[in-house]
Every structure is written in C-alpha cells, then in structure tokens.
C-alpha cells in the first residue's frame, strides 16, 4: 500500500516570506507526483507536477523531487494571503491511474 | 484545457431517497474518473475507480449496492447515492484522468456538497 506522508502543520508565514512544504512517500516505485492546493469548501486545484529529480518552478512556486530519498517538496515565494490553503500531496506509481493522497498541510499567510 | 464540471453544486433531499451526481470532462477525454468523498476538516477518501465501459472498482469499505458509478462515456460518469441517509451526508468530488496525459494527473470537478435531512 502506497504512503504518502506530509508534516503536520498548520504552517504560518508572514506575507512576502517562503513557505516550505515536504512530503515522502512510502513505494519506490512511484513515477508521477504533484501538489494540489484545496481551499476551505473548495476542491483541490493541481498546481504543481513533477516527474524527473531536481526543481520545477512556476511562478511563484517550485517543486523539488529526490526520488533516492523519497521525498517531495512545494517552495512557495512570496507568499501572498491567497495562497492560505491546505496543500495535499500526491504521488502515482501504479495501475489504474490511482493517487496516493496525504493528509494534507494547512498554510496560514499572515499579513 | 483539462476541465472537469460536477452537477449539481450542491443539493439537500429527504432520507431514503436517491441523489444522482454527474461529472463530466469538458474539454478532454477521461480514461478513468474517480469519485472521493471528504468530510469536515478531514482528507479525501477515494471511494471507487470508474473505466469508460466496464465496472467500477470500489474501495475496501464502501458499499457498491448503495453508491452505483456509471461511466457510459469517455466524458460522463454518473455517481447515485441510493437510499440516502444523514452519515452519507458529505463533499462528493470527482477526478478525471485525461486520455493523452503521460503522467496520470488528475483534474478535479468543483465537487457536490450533499445534505441528507
């Protein structure tokens, strides 16, 4: 059974500060990851994916992979109050197009 | 691209009866939809794997004879909560994978919050 495992939180930061979010996961045999953001009584937004090791950046945000230590990670710069959210992470790796999710960690921007 | 619509929004019915929620790529063709559900302040729950033209898969705990998943087409599947009672009350949201993604990412539909009275 895939795990996927995200520090508890909720993580506050000030705004115009990075937040910095990881996550690991269990099966090493995982190909595909990514980060969704879910707002309060919203359903979750794919915002980051990442497949090969090192960095990914859009925008605001950077994903980071290291398949050898098995974890994944989600920078997000200048934090702006709008990305207050709870960030799930995802990862794929087997049949049927299956998720793995975690619990997820709630970021708090204070202004 | 890769929109995924969920209808309805939301809806309020009367325990024992049926609730049909419709989700539907708009833009791509969905190989695979899922149905989750989530409760307050609690993680997604995948609740059952749907393929265009076959069965769906149901996770371990959740009852097939109570929640019926259609997938008719590559772009609509279909969840019916039967006999409806208060605990199914919850956020009802679906995902669909898109046909030419390599890497299985999942689009989420805006999801259907669901009271039982």
């Known amino acids: 059974q895939k795990e996927v495992e995200q520090n508890s939180g909720p993580l506050s930061v000030p705004e115009g500060a990075i937040a910095s979010l990881n996550c690991t996961y269990s099966d090493r045999g995982s190909q595909s990851f990514f980060w969704y953001r879910q707002y309060s009584g919203k359903s979750p937004e794919l915002i980051m994916s990442?497949?090969?090791?090192g960095d990914k950046e859009d925008g605001r945000f950077t994903a980071q992979l290291n398949k050898a230590s098995q974890y994944v990670s989600l920078l997000i710069r200048d934090s702006q109050p709008s990305d207050s959210a709870t960030y799930l992470c995802?990862?794929?790796?087997?049949?049927?197009?299956?998720?793995?999710f975690g619990k997820g960690n709630q970021v708090v921007v204070i202004p | 691209g890769a929109v995924v619509s969920q209808h309805p929004s939301w809806v309020i019915c009367k325990s024992g009866t049926s609730v049909k929620i419709e989700c539907r790529s708009l833009d791509f063709q969905a190989t695979t939809m899922f149905w989750y559900r989530q409760f307050p302040k609690q993680s997604l729950m995948l609740m059952a794997t749907s393929n265009e033209g076959s069965k769906a898969t149901y996770e371990q705990g959740v009852e097939k004879d109570k929640f019926l998943i259609n997938h008719a087409s590559l772009t609509l599947s279909t969840l019916t909560v039967t006999s409806a009672h208060p605990e199914d009350s919850s956020f009802y949201i679906c995902?669909?994978?898109?046909?030419?993604?390599?890497?299985?990412?999942?689009?989420f539909g805006p999801g259907t919050r669901l009271t039982v009275l």
């Open positions: 995802a990862v794929n790796g087997g049949g049927n197009n299956r998720l793995a």
């Open positions: 990442i497949y090969s090791n």
């Open positions: 995902s669909a994978g898109a046909r030419d993604r390599a890497y299985n990412e999942q689009f």
